[in-house]
């Protein structure tokens, strides 16, 4: 039996009829920059969150990018933000001409540690930057009183988090709802994928909304009057299209990944040699990834292993960013996060997109468990 690790072919037979309809609408306008379809999509964004504002770029490494712009970090400040990440994360603030600073993870959720971030700060600290990892938020409570506490912005990467949702008394808080700018990617293989690159900042700033839609183009509001120098970094109304078709989808989607993952908890649970991953109380994931930890140094031979039974896995994310030759210059030794170093050892993630059958889930779990 193969199992792949995404098969996104399945989820476009799916909606092909609706996501070819509003293909086929910009083609006939030919309105392809920005426009009703991006305003559109901009609206539905910011009503599924309870957000005063969204604004579509180009990636969600653009969306990071402008955002740390636009919250007026300027050159040489720094952002502290997680070691354990998508290179994106830093690379945004690198190239913002601001300093990354890293701080370590929390072992259970693999997210930022506040606490660990807090240490962080120095006098030019201009904001954190937590990732929600894998679909399961970071501890936003927490990095807000941070950045209430210090004065800084918190800028959220929630690139594979659209639609995660965090217990806060009887209600719910979501992905935008306490940082000061929440940044998202419709990469792909995120939970809310295009037919290639997109991305989102949401914020509920009027001020910094104005800033990005600014930055999007070129840094001028009047055509060929700028204030300062933007980007060219705009959400393409085709990419919009696919987006707002697909919209209406991502809950149920979200829903069963949670489902496939209850599965693998259930099968997997109590096989020795590997940790499977834990959402804490009161967070609602949206499964972006199904990572375990697999002890020992056994990973690259539980992969090899799952290989050989048509078992797709994959390493997010094999070395951890302060290990990275770009970022030498930064000047972290080996060992000073070790939490994310050992993560980066141990996860591995299996298949858990929504349209996996019962046959392929209890194919991967036996195949796990075969190994152990
Ligand atoms: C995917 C991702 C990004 C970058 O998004 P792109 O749309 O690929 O540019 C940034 N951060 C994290 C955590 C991601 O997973």
């Given at each position: 039996m193969q199992v792949p690790l995404l098969d996104l072919t399945l989820q476009y037979r799916e909606v092909a009829d609706d996501v070819m309809d509003a293909l086929r609408g910009v083609v006939e306008e030919?309105?392809?920059?920005?426009g009703p379809v991006v305003d559109r999509f901009e609206e539905e964004m910011a009503g599924k969150l309870g957000v005063r504002h969204a604004v579509g770029c180009a990636s969600g490494t653009d969306a990071l990018l402008l955002a740390v712009r636009a919250l007026g970090v300027e050159k040489g400040e720094e952002v502290v933000t997680s070691?354990?990440?998508?290179?994106a994360t830093a690379g945004a603030i690198h190239n913002a001409g601001a300093r990354p600073v890293f701080a370590d993870i929390e072992p259970d959720t693999f997210n930022l540690d506040p606490a660990a971030a807090e240490a962080a700060v120095t006098g030019r600290t201009r904001a954190v930057m937590p990732v929600h990892l894998f679909g399961q938020m970071a501890d936003m409570r927490a990095f807000r009183a941070l950045g209430d506490r210090r004065g800084f912005a918190v800028i959220e990467d929630a690139a594979q988090a659209v639609g995660a949702r965090q217990r806060d008394g009887d209600g719910w808080i979501t992905t935008?709802?306490?940082?000061d700018a929440c940044c998202f990617s419709f990469?792909?293989?995120?939970?809310?994928?295009?037919?290639g690159d997109a991305g989102m900042i949401v914020t509920n700033d009027d001020g910094v909304a104005e800033r990005l839609r600014k930055l999007r183009v070129h840094g001028g509001r009047q055509m060929y009057h700028h204030e300062e120098v933007g980007f060219n970094s705009r959400l393409d109304a085709l990419q919009a299209a696919v987006l707002s078709a697909k919209l209406p989808y991502l809950d149920r989607w979200s829903e069963a990944r949670r489902r496939n993952a209850a599965f693998y908890d259930e099968a997997l649970a109590g096989v020795e040699g590997i940790t499977p991953p834990v959402v804490r109380p009161g967070n609602e994931s949206i499964v972006n990834q199904y990572t375990l930890r697999v002890l020992d140094g056994r990973r690259d031979a539980l992969g090899e292993f799952l290989k050989e039974r048509g078992v797709g896995s994959s390493v997010y994310y094999p070395v951890p960013l302060d290990r990275q030759e770009c970022f030498a210059y930064l000047g972290y030794r080996p060992g000073q996060f070790p939490e994310s170093e050992r993560a980066s050892r141990e996860v591995l993630s299996l298949p858990i997109f929504p349209e996996l059958t019962e046959g392929q889930l209890a194919h991967v779990a036996e195949s796990v468990k075969g190994f152990f």
């Open positions: 030919q309105r392809f920059i920005l070691p354990f990440t998508f290179f935008g709802t306490l940082g990469f792909p293989t995120k939970n809310l994928g295009a037919f």
